[in-house]
């Protein structure tokens, strides 16, 4: 049986008018597990993966799945065991993928402000290169590599100086953003980094931005960075890897970004045009693996009809769901019981924080009650993973979805979890 989907959720549908996430419905998942809770689909992610690596089929290429999208244990244990690498960006990311069980040979290191406590902890850990970010790192790298008698392996990031097209806050290829090397400064800097006896260059990098919808701004980029590797190599430097970061958008409110095999298709042509097609490729997607993939769901506590506005009070706030507050982001909410029968009010949904930012959907037609459930779609990705104790609010639970089915992995946070680290003054002090 064939079950109607809604449109860029292809896991979510309805059945008699239930919400379900892949074969199983989203309110026994709320009454098992309590709201608000973030819910994945293993099948979903797999999916997801497998675009990609159709796209790269026949090709050499590692994808390294950029962590900070969905760190959740359980999902980096479904993406080592499908073979995946990992970008990381801190110690912390680096300890998670041990835990889950990753083959450390496949993890990049990322960001801007690498310690050099975290840089001794991924040399020791054998990690498969580092994306160095600055000169200045390239030195410190330097030292701390020859501190411990070992060679890093680095790939510089570079800055490609293109307009990704995304929203400001997460453009990072552009000559004003923090990140990269400069693509002007960039042979130099690997001139210097193949003169220093602690790295050993094995690629090169860049990464423009997040939630890109069109294609021309990866052409651009790549089209910048072939460019750097026929110069650098041209100067004796040769480059193993070409890593073109992630950045893949998704759909969120009818977004038409490039399937990853589509994409990947005219981006492997334009490689083999240049000569580049039998490198090694590496990608950092992020978003386009988990962001669909997942649904958080919520309660209805309180409808509050007003002079200007109605509001639709949820369980859930932007300390679990911060992407509205931080970035005007939209995510659909839908109902977990359609009402065919209830006309529909219109209504800003907001959580219980107290802050006039906390919303999560502004104008949404709605057909609800107090009590009902909704689900907030596209919580795959740069939810839970930035999600805070804000309020004193405990972070929700998560639970993955398979054809087994439903498996708790991360359990809800207690209060006393919220504030466990804490003591009171001493006597002495008072
Ligand atoms: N590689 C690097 C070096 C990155 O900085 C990022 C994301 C990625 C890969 C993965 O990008 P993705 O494929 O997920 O677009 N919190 C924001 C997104 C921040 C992205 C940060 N870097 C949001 O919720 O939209």
Same mark, same amino acid.
């Given at each position: 049986?064939?079950?109607?989907?809604?449109?860029?959720?292809?896991?979510?549908?309805?059945?008699?008018?239930?919400?379900?996430?892949?074969?199983?419905?989203?309110?026994?998942?709320?009454?098992?597990?309590?709201?608000?809770?973030?819910?994945?689909?293993? +099948? !979903?992610?797999? @999916?997801?993966?497998?675009?990609?690596?159709? $796209?790269?089929?026949?090709? =050499? *290429?590692?994808?390294?799945? /950029?962590?900070?999208?969905?760190?959740?244990?359980?999902?980096?244990?479904?993406?080592?065991?499908?073979?995946?690498?990992?970008?990381?960006?801190?110690?912390?990311?680096?300890?998670?993928?041990? +835990? !889950?069980?990753? @083959?450390?040979?496949?993890?990049?290191?990322? $960001?801007?402000?690498?310690? =050099? *406590?975290?840089?001794?902890? /991924?040399?020791?850990?054998?990690?498969?290169?580092?994306?160095?970010?600055?000169?200045?790192?390239?030195?410190?790298?330097?030292?701390?590599?020859?501190?411990?008698?070992?060679?890093?392996?680095?790939?510089?990031?570079?800055?490609?100086?293109?307009?990704?097209?995304?929203?400001?806050?997460?453009?990072?290829?552009?000559?004003?953003?923090?990140?990269?090397?400069?693509?002007?400064?960039?042979?130099?800097?690997?001139?210097?980094?193949?003169?220093?006896?602690?790295?050993?260059?094995?690629?090169?990098?860049?990464?423009?931005?997040?939630?890109?919808?069109?294609?021309?701004?990866?052409?651009?980029?790549?089209?910048?960075?072939?460019?750097?590797?026929?110069?650098?190599?041209?100067?004796?430097?040769?480059?193993?890897?070409?890593?073109?970061?992630?950045?893949?958008?998704?759909?969120?409110?009818?977004?038409?970004?490039?399937?990853?095999?589509?994409?990947?298709?005219?981006?492997?042509?334009?490689?083999?045009?240049?000569?580049?097609?039998?490198?090694?490729?590496?990608?950092?997607?992020?978003?386009?693996?988990?962001?669909?993939?997942?649904?958080?769901?919520?309660?209805?506590?309180?409808?509050?009809?007003?002079?200007?506005?109605?509001?639709?009070?949820?369980?859930?706030?932007?300390?679990?769901?911060?992407?509205?507050?931080?970035?005007?982001?939209?995510?659909?909410?839908?109902?977990?019981?359609?009402?065919?029968?209830?006309?529909?009010?219109?209504?800003?949904?907001?959580?219980?924080?107290?802050?006039?930012?906390?919303?999560?959907?502004?104008?949404?037609?709605?057909?609800?009650?107090?009590?009902?459930?909704?689900?907030?779609?596209?919580?795959?990705?740069?939810?839970?993973?930035?999600?805070?104790?804000?309020?004193?609010?405990?972070?929700?639970?998560?639970?993955?979805?398979?054809?087994?089915?439903?498996?708790?992995?991360?359990?809800?946070?207690?209060?006393?979890?919220?504030?466990?680290?804490?003591?009171?003054?001493?006597?002495?002090?008072?």
């Amino acid at each position: 049986m064939t079950l109607p989907t809604l449109p860029g959720h292809p896991h979510v549908h309805y059945q008699d008018q239930a919400l379900h996430l892949d074969r199983i419905p989203a309110r026994q998942l709320a009454q098992e597990f309590g709201t608000p809770l973030f819910v994945y689909s293993k +099948a !979903a992610m797999l @999916d997801a993966l497998a675009a990609y690596q159709r $796209g790269f089929a026949g090709r =050499r *290429a590692q994808i390294c799945y /950029a962590m900070k999208a969905n760190s959740s244990l359980a999902v980096l244990q479904l993406f080592a065991e499908a073979g995946c690498g990992f970008d990381i960006v801190s110690g912390g990311e680096l300890a998670r993928v041990r +835990a !889950a069980g990753a @083959d450390l040979g496949k993890v990049i290191f990322s $960001g801007v402000g690498k310690t =050099r *406590a975290e840089m001794r902890m /991924a040399l020791e850990a054998g990690i498969g290169c580092f994306n160095v970010e600055s000169e200045a790192e390239l030195e410190v790298l330097n030292q701390v590599a020859c501190e411990l008698g070992v060679q890093a392996p680095v790939s510089i990031r570079v800055n490609p100086n293109v307009d990704a097209k995304t929203h400001p806050y997460i453009s990072t290829g552009l000559k004003g953003n923090k990140f990269g090397v400069a693509h002007d400064h960039a042979l130099a800097a690997y001139q210097r980094a193949a003169s220093l006896p602690g790295l050993r260059v094995v690629g090169i990098d860049c990464h423009i931005g997040s939630q890109i919808t069109q294609t021309t701004p990866y052409l651009d980029a790549m089209d910048r960075i072939l460019d750097l590797v026929e110069a650098i190599e041209q100067a004796g430097i040769p480059i193993h890897h070409i890593d073109f970061g992630g950045g893949l958008g998704i759909d969120y409110n009818g977004d038409t970004p490039p399937k990853a095999d589509e994409l990947w298709q005219q981006l492997l042509s334009r490689l083999d045009a240049r000569g580049f097609g039998q490198r090694l490729l590496m990608i950092e997607p992020g978003r386009s693996l988990v962001g669909n993939a997942g649904i958080c769901l919520t309660e209805v506590l309180y409808l509050k009809p007003g002079e200007q506005k109605n509001f639709c009070i949820i369980d859930a706030a932007m300390n679990d769901l911060p992407r509205p507050a931080m970035y005007e982001a939209y995510h659909a909410i839908v109902p977990v019981q359609a009402k065919g029968d209830q006309a529909p009010s219109r209504y800003d949904v907001v959580g219980p924080v107290c802050e006039s930012g906390d919303w999560i959907g502004r104008d949404r037609e709605l057909a609800v009650a107090q009590g009902d459930l909704l689900a907030v779609l596209s919580a795959g990705a740069y939810c839970m993973s930035m999600a805070s104790n804000y309020n004193t609010r405990g972070r929700p639970a998560e639970v993955l979805v398979d054809d087994k089915g439903a498996h708790l992995v991360r359990r809800r946070e207690s209060v006393e979890d919220t504030f466990a680290l804490e003591t009171l003054l001493p006597a002495a002090v008072r």
